[in-house]
């Protein structure tokens, strides 16, 4: 059987290519004449998945109390359905003690008008891990199928002599359907729940119509593929490493689809 859903990366940069103090090919920190965002190689990245080596970095005692920014590269989402964002940050311990704090993720379709995208980042325990409770953070509608999309963080510094916060393995992947159909839409929905999410070993999809569902890895491998009748469906996954998994469901009716993570 042939996947019906296609995947790629739009963006992907564990940070060990570039010579520190420099940040990674199309990164840039603003204001460019302070120190801000720079490379460095202590406290690598060690969470589940991490590339450990560099990552990117902004220190208190580094950089005068204001406002500082991290510009993405842009990528094309043209044509896809589905974009998320996902990055492993480590929040020491004293980042927050004086003020200091990481404000908004925000993107933009043209480079002047910018939309706050919600996420939850990590709180200050010197610990990395995935931001956004280790799920992917989904792109609002509005970024889709478009030129160019630039993302930016803003973090906000007090100076003192204390406290970092760092970000690695920056990575946006994108989903779309190769029959043609575009029409996706997120879980959870009336139409389509998924529980429990986060699971172990097996889950549960609920879904209104018959359909098939697939599988697949975070590489893009699909790794079931299956017809399904309306009702609650019941997902093996007890062979699988622990992990994050792409849920798609398309309706053999309407050719509607779902996508969960």
């Known amino acids: 059987n042939k996947s019906f859903a296609q995947w790629s990366n739009l963006l992907s940069e564990n940070v060990d290519g570039c010579s520190i103090p420099a940040l990674p090919s199309g990164f840039t920190s603003y204001p460019a004449a302070t120190v801000g965002f720079e490379t460095d190689s202590t406290n690598a990245s060690d969470c589940t998945n991490a590339s450990g080596g560099k990552n990117i970095v902004i220190r208190n005692v580094n950089s005068s109390t204001g406002d500082y920014i991290l510009y993405f590269p842009a990528f094309s989402t043209l044509g896809k359905s589905v974009v998320s964002l996902s990055w492993n940050s480590r929040v020491s311990t004293h980042f927050m003690d004086l003020g200091s704090s990481v404000n908004s993720l925000e993107y933009s379709t043209d480079g002047a008008n910018w939309t706050v995208v919600s996420y ?106 299956s017809e399904c009748k309306a009702g609650n469906v019941f997902v093996n996954t007890a062979d699988l490493p622990k992990g994050m998994y792409i849920l798609h469901f398309r309706e053999s009716s309407s050719g509607k689809q779902f996508t969960a993570k």
Do not use: C
């Open 120 to 225: 939850t980042e990590n709180g200050p325990t010197s610990a990395w891990a995935q931001v956004n409770n280790a799920s992917t953070i989904d792109l609002p509608s509005g970024a889709l199928d478009k030129d160019s999309v630039k993302l930016r963080l803003n973090v906000h510094i007090v100076n003192n002599t204390d406290g970092t916060y760092r970000m690695d393995d920056i990575l946006v992947t994108a989903y779309h359907d190769n029959s043609g159909t575009f029409t996706t839409s997120l879980s959870n929905s009336s139409e389509f729940k998924v529980f429990p999410n986060p699971s172990i070993e097996n889950f549960f999809f609920q879904t209104n119509s018959n359909g098939t569902f697939e599988l697949l890895n975070m590489e893009g491998r699909s790794l079931m593929l």
